[in-house]
């Protein structure tokens, strides 16, 4: 079974950054397309990046184009985000999710997503 964790989060100040790292275990990682999600309290959870399986297709919300990048390594079964100018509406539980041979549309589905993982807090507070 496909197993997800993610790490990095913790405290940052607005205007800082922090990357994200989602490790993939029980599966190839180029199999699968990946995508970032967070909640927040009181809050739906909210899609905020896709990659697809083959690497090639990268989209974002407009909530957070221009200050994240999302990327992959295969090598590694690792996807990462990188999160700059961080927002105090940035504060959220950030999961990651596969979805088997996953494309990454514009418009990002959650319930295409089959396996997450259990999520890392970011709290960006001064």
């Known amino acids: 079974q496909l197993q997800l964790v993610e790490s990095g989060g913790g405290l940052v100040q607005p205007g800082g950054s922090l990357r994200l790292s989602c490790v993939i275990s029980?599966?190839?990682?180029?199999?699968?397309?990946i995508g970032w999600f967070r909640r927040a309290p009181g809050k739906e959870r909210e899609a905020i990046s896709c990659?697809?399986?083959?690497?090639?297709?990268?989209n974002y919300a407009d909530s957070v184009k221009g200050r994240f990048t999302i990327s992959r390594d295969n090598a590694k079964n690792t996807v990462n985000l990188e999160m700059h100018s961080l927002l105090p509406e940035d504060t959220a539980l950030y999961y990651c999710?596969?979805?088997?041979?996953?494309?990454?549309?514009?418009?990002?589905?959650?319930?295409?997503?089959?396996?997450w993982g259990r999520g890392t807090q970011v709290t960006v507070s001064s």
């Open positions: 999710a596969a979805e088997y041979l996953g494309g990454c549309p514009r418009r990002i589905t959650i319930a295409t997503y089959d396996d």
């Open positions: 029980g599966g190839t990682l180029n199999d699968y397309g």
């Open positions: 990659v697809s399986n083959g690497g090639a297709s990268k």
